[in-house]
C-alpha cells in the first residue's frame, strides 16, 4: 500500500514537474532551469 502511494506521488510529481520546468524555461532560460533541476535531482534522491 505504502508503496502504491509513493509511486502515484512520484507520478505526480512528474507531471507537475514538467508542467513547471517548462514554464521555468520560457521565464528564466534552459541553462538556469537546468542547473536548478539538476539540485532538486540531488536532493530528492
Same mark, same amino acid.
Do not use: K, P, T
Given at each position: 500500500m505504502?508503496?502504491?502511494a509513493s509511486c502515484?506521488?512520484?507520478l505526480c510529481?512528474?507531471?507537475w514537474?514538467?508542467?513547471v520546468s517548462r514554464?521555468? &524555461?520560457r521565464t528564466f532560460g534552459d541553462d538556469l532551469a537546468a542547473?536548478?533541476?539538476r539540485g532538486v535531482r540531488l &536532493?530528492?534522491?
Open positions: 505504502i508503496h502504491l502515484v506521488e512520484r510529481c512528474q507531471q514537474g514538467a508542467h514554464s521555468f &524555461r542547473a536548478v533541476e &536532493r530528492g534522491s
